[in-house]
């Protein structure tokens, strides 16, 4: 005897479905290659058309922006005038808006009195949720034992990862501002370089003004030869005679000097002292500002801690009878949950009880004569004893429908099927008068169990064909279920439409109870309390226990208080002891030295005085010298003085030079700064180098340290990707018909039998059993398919979940 696996391959081997195989497979592949080829074709083409249109954008956009860029010139002009009549109108919208938004606020205020109302709505839905709650509560918990497993290593892992993250964007940070500097250095060069071109012109032009000068007014200031050496010779005779007077004015100077830079450093020293005053006054002011504000701090820290103190003695009395409340209602609640979820149970069972009366009362009504009812309610016993034996050989199949024909059982299953209600399983008596088999049609009314069942003929047929099924070797199996089931222990009618919903109640001799009249309603069970109100109530009254985080946060800043307060009063004696009393000692020294400045100061401008009245007595006394000796030289030249002449030309000299050091030190100036700033770029280029490297560095090692978290977190994504794989299903609507082969079925007395059509599944690593896993689900409102064909042809197209 073959099991259905070993049955399954000798039909695929018969069949010759196998060697259709590599033929799919090769087609599959040229298809798959095909639509790679189009799609790279038509991307391809896509972007050819997208980098025209760049083109031509990127043309249009350089146009556009020099026509505006003219425009901004005599926008400019307008900017001011704009902004002005702009932002008066911006005032009148501005105060308009104001009005608006006073009414707004009115119409908010009667708002925020309706959303009170509704405050006050959403309070009694509180119960409902904290009910709710309670059971988030135990799921969470479940969930935090298993995140807990995993958490270290998980942390670790995002540890890691977060550190390198942030060092990865300090490096761009980093590289951006090194990339910015490296900009803004590069125009800097340029501007320098543009600034040493016009230093440069500058100096030409200024050494052809100048040229052009001299050539113009040369003869007012340039004497003839024979004059420069009279000029000469007559500037020798003055300072013989003038030696001894500038011998003296030469002594004077160096006394002069030295005196002044006496006086320089006294007015140094007499700085400092001022300065070290104003930082004693200032750190002063700030030591008696510091005492206020600690005087300040220190009363109101011991207002804070006696009010601190005050609330902890109220909320530890408060947390303490809390918690004795609160185990009072946790039972109270626990009791009224257990009551809750019975009545819960029961009115589902009801409801659902009620919904398959309706049903099977409007499939009576829809065929009379051929629905006959279930089978649970047409064998009655005679007597209870036999209540037993009767729901042993009814077994799972006490809820079946009793049908007169297979159409009819089809129609029902599809009326089921719209009004979307539970499987149903049908025993058509057509179908079991032509099952055959050992047993006659005379042994039923012989049989011991239909002896003592109330006479219900339609029942005689399906009675018999079940007991016969517990004494028979278990050889049916359901033709749908033959491509997939290995070993099944039960036995099911050999029935391609049945259904089987999960295992109907086995209840140990009694039969189940009959559904409620649907006109009654809903009755609760005698003693429960009608709501959970009574409940709730006190459950919010003991959130006081919650108080305990309170608290510990109150003891916590009673404890800071007091030790900031310590601080503070340490603080202030030695603000008062030590820092202001020798901030004050010290102003009172730095004042007594800065006074003896003051004499020494004017004794040294009292000398300095009377050497430079001395000195200009002197130079009169040179100056009549060379007037004696150069008069005649001033006559000729027309000038009232030799001095005036020397004065003018110096003058005109010093000027020239003082230009023209100007220029130089510009262009020595702009050259060192352009030097520096080309190292600085060298230095920047590097900079970037060397973060670009490090943030390529740090990005290989986030991406290795978050392959490191996958396998950390893999058991956050099995649910996901268990939800996923119920959802794929496979559609072989489209597979060549030269793929599909066609098995004939036929079912004899002997109950030998052939397969439907099916399909050879591809080859996996695991078995695919869809229906074994719906099955044992039980709960799933996903059904296995129906099929309407006739009950030995007709091929079918398969639709398979996969299992992974």
Not at 288 to 312: C, D, F, H, N
Not at 413 to 423: A, L, S, T
Not at 529 to 537: C, E, I, K, M, N
């Amino acid at each position: 005897m073959k099991n259905p696996k070993e049955r399954t391959a000798l039909f695929e081997e018969i069949s010759r479905s196998g060697e259709l195989a590599p033929e799919y497979e090769r087609r599959r592949k040229e298809m798959v290659k095909a639509e790679e080829d189009t799609q790279f074709n038509y991307h391809r083409k896509k972007n050819i058309a997208a980098e025209r249109k760049e083109a031509k954008q990127e043309k249009e956009e350089a146009d556009r922006y020099q026509r505006l860029k003219d425009e901004v010139v005599r926008a400019q002009v307008q900017l001011q005038l704009f902004k002005l009549y702009h932002n008066e109108a911006e005032i009148e919208k501005l105060n308009k808006e104001l009005a608006v938004k006073n009414r707004e606020i009115d119409k908010d205020k009667k708002r925020m009195d309706r959303v009170e109302d509704e405050l006050k709505d959403r309070k009694k839905e509180l119960g409902k949720m904290m009910r709710e709650q309670q059971q988030i509560e135990k799921e969470i918990k479940e969930k935090d034992s298993e995140l807990n497993q995993k958490r270290p290593q998980y942390i670790k892992a995002k540890e890691n990862t977060s550190h390198k993250i942030k060092k990865l964007e300090a490096a761009r940070k980093a590289l951006q501002n090194a990339q910015k500097q490296h900009k803004k250095r590069q125009g800097d060069m340029d501007e320098l370089e543009r600034d040493m071109g016009a230093v440069e012109k500058a100096r030409q032009e200024f050494e052809e003004r100048m040229e052009e000068e001299s050539q113009s007014q040369g003869r007012d200031l340039t004497l003839e030869e024979n004059q420069v050496k009279k000029y000469h010779r007559l500037k020798e005779e003055a300072s013989k005679r003038a030696a001894t007077l500038a011998q003296e004015l030469e002594k004077f100077n160096r006394d002069q000097k030295a005196d002044q830079d006496r006086l320089d450093l006294e007015e140094r020293k007499k700085v400092d002292p001022q300065a070290k005053i104003k930082q004693k006054l200032r750190e002063i002011e700030e030591n008696q500002k510091r005492i206020e504000k600690l005087e300040e701090y220190i009363a109101t820290s011991k207002q804070s801690l006696e009010e601190q103190k005050r609330l902890e003695g109220e909320l530890t009395e408060e947390v303490e009878l809390a918690k004795r409340r609160i185990d009072e209602i946790n039972k109270e609640l626990n009791q009224v949950m257990e009551q809750l979820g019975d009545a819960r149970n029961a009115r589902q069972e009801s409801s659902r009880q009620q919904r398959k009366a309706e049903i099977m009362d409007s499939i009576k009504r829809l065929y009379p004569g051929s629905v006959y009812g279930r089978l649970i309610d047409l064998c009655q016993p005679t007597q209870k004893k036999y209540q037993i034996a009767v729901t042993k050989v009814l077994g799972k199949n006490m809820d079946a429908i009793i049908v007169d024909s297979e159409k009819t059982g089809r129609d029902c299953i599809q009326y089921i099927k719209e009004q979307r209600g539970e499987p149903e399983t049908f025993l058509p008596l057509d179908y079991l008068e032509g099952l055959g088999g050992p047993f006659s049609t005379k042994e039923f009314w012989g049989s011991c169990s239909i002896k003592h069942i109330k006479d219900q003929p339609k029942t005689f047929l399906p009675l018999d064909y079940l007991e016969n099924m517990e004494d028979q070797p278990k050889t049916f199996l359901p033709l749908d279920y033959l491509e997939n089931v290995e070993d099944q222990p039960e036995t099911f009618l050999p029935l391609d439409y049945l259904e089987v919903g999960g295992t109907p109640p086995v209840l140990g001799g009694f039969f189940p109870p009959k559904p409620p009249s649907p006109n009654l309603p809903f009755s609760q069970p005698p003693g429960f309390p009608q709501t959970p109100a009574g409940v709730v109530s006190p459950q919010e009254q003991m959130k006081a226990k919650r108080k305990e985080a309170e608290l510990r946060q109150v003891q916590s800043q009673a404890h800071g208080l007091q030790m900031r307060l310590k601080y503070s009063q340490s603080d202030l004696e030695q603000t008062k002891t030590r820092h202001l009393a020798l901030n004050l000692q010290e102003k009172s020294k730095l004042e007594s030295e800065l006074a003896n400045f003051g004499p020494r100061i004017n004794d040294i401008k009292r000398i300095i005085q009377g050497r430079e009245r001395e000195m200009k007595d002197l130079k009169e006394k040179m100056n009549q010298v060379e007037d004696e000796v150069f008069e005649e030289f001033c006559r000729e030249i027309g000038v009232r003085n030799i001095r005036e002449f020397e004065e003018e030309k110096v003058k005109r000299q010093n000027e020239i030079a003082k230009k023209r050091l100007e220029f130089e030190n510009q262009k020595t100036r702009l050259g060192i700064q352009l030097d520096f700033e080309r190292n600085q770029l060298r230095e920047d280029q590097e900079k970037v180098l060397m973060w670009e490297q490090s943030v390529r560095k740090d990005e290989a090692e986030i991406e290795k340290l978050k392959k490191g978290e996958e396998p950390v977190s893999s058991s956050q994504r099995t649910s996901s990707l268990y939800a996923r794989e119920a959802l794929i299903e496979i559609d072989y609507s489209d597979l060549p018909e030269e793929l599909k082969v066609r098995w004939p079925f036929n079912a004899g007395p002997s109950h030998s039998f052939k397969p439907l059509p099916l399909l050879q599944a591809p080859p996996s690593p695991h078995t695919w059993k869809p229906w074994r896993s719906w099955r044992a689900s039980g709960t799933s409102s996903r059904r296995p398919r129906m099929s309407s064909r006739p009950l030995a042809s007709a091929p079918r197209r398969p639709s398979r979940r996969l299992s992974r």
